[in-house]
């Protein structure tokens, strides 16, 4: 999936190696759009809007997976249909709600077990950030070794070399691509582990106890992590051509060993299918999609072999 000012755009491979397109343009409510404008508010709106967006083009992707043209299970009437697209994109606004109260709160109480031993202030706020980092790297593992993951991944990996080859102005063919990194300083996978590092240094700055309090202040304080975690990880993209402080960004690249998977030729093929068209829908519009017919919600794409 690539996304540009305007529109989103997945490219899939279909079980009789054809590539089929799934588009989606970007609406924005006018208090998202200016919310978006305002610092640490923005990397909010920017998360929830992303949970529900990426929901949808995974779902369109998984539906299709190993699966015949023609013989998808299409949604019979429009309001149910519609229905659809709004649960998904809730599913994927709670489950990142969720995951990040797990990340959260989980390390505090395991910390809390160790207070025997560890009881000062500046011990029990390092011994959560040390297991919410365990917690993130072994959850990452542990997913990315199951093939549909493994397989998510490596398409993560082939977006990431198409950006880097065409910010590096290279022809998208599938040579110049494999030669490029798999790692990319924009990625959300390095939002993710910035806000265990910032998550620490705010929480030198709010009471450990008690721990209902901690509880509390760490529930609290999760949109202004997140908010803080975004515009970190804006600073280190432009930074990044600055010889010493391209390093900021280091840690984030790290963990995009864990969620990009190097791909194979087949893979970038569709990645380079997906932002090609999404470069011809940038430019000329809906009308690159070459469909009869564009629908309000979600547009139905053309199957191209």
């Known amino acids: 999936m690539f996304g540009g000012k305007e529109h989103t755009v997945t490219a899939i491979r279909r079980k009789d190696d054809s590539i089929e397109y799934f588009h989606?343009?970007?609406?924005?409510?006018?208090?998202s759009a200016k919310l978006r404008k305002i610092p640490f508010i923005r990397g909010i709106v920017a998360l929830v809007e992303s949970a529900g967006v990426g929901s949808k083009h995974l779902t369109f992707s998984s539906d299709r997976y190993d699966v015949l043209p023609g013989e998808e299970?299409?949604?019979?009437e429009e309001t149910s249909k519609l229905a659809m697209v709004i649960g998904v994109a809730a599913?994927?606004?709670?489950?990142?709600?969720?995951?990040k109260f797990v990340f959260t709160l989980v390390p505090v109480f395991i910390a809390e077990l160790f207070s025997p031993i560890a009881s000062g202030k500046t011990a029990q706020i390092l011994l959560e950030s040390f297991f919410k980092l365990a917690l993130l790297l072994g959850y990452l593992?542990?997913?990315s070794m199951t093939p549909f993951i493994k397989r998510v991944f490596q398409y993560h990996g082939a977006e990431h070399k198409?950006?880097?080859?065409?910010?590096?102005g290279l022809p998208l063919t599938v040579e110049n691509i494999q030669a490029q990194s798999r790692l990319h300083y924009r990625c959300g996978s390095s939002f993710i582990l910035f806000t265990v590092i910032v998550g620490m240094f705010i929480y030198f700055l709010v009471p450990t106890d008690p721990l209902w309090l901690r509880v509390v202040n760490r529930i609290l304080l999760i949109p202004v992590v997140l908010g803080i975690s975004f515009e970190v990880l804006q600073v280190t993209n432009a930074v990044r051509s600055i010889p010493v402080l391209k390093y900021l960004g280091y840690?984030?690249?790290?963990?995009?060993?864990?969620?990009?998977?190097e791909p194979d030729d087949e893979q970038v093929e569709v990645a380079i299918k997906s932002f090609e068209k999404l470069l011809e829908v940038?430019?000329?519009?809906?009308?690159?999609m070459a469909v009869p017919e564009v629908k309000e919600d979600d547009v139905v794409i053309s199957v191209q072999s």
């Open 24 to 31: 989606l343009p970007k609406k924005q409510h006018p208090l």
């Open 141 to 143: 593992g542990l997913i």
């Open 91 to 99: 599913v994927g606004v709670l489950s990142f709600l969720f995951s």
């Open 251 to 261: 840690p984030g690249l790290w963990l995009q060993l864990l969620t990009t998977k």
């Open 162 to 168: 198409v950006i880097n080859a065409y910010e590096c």
């Open 282 to 288: 940038e430019e000329f519009g809906v009308e690159a």
């Open 73 to 76: 299970v299409e949604t019979e």
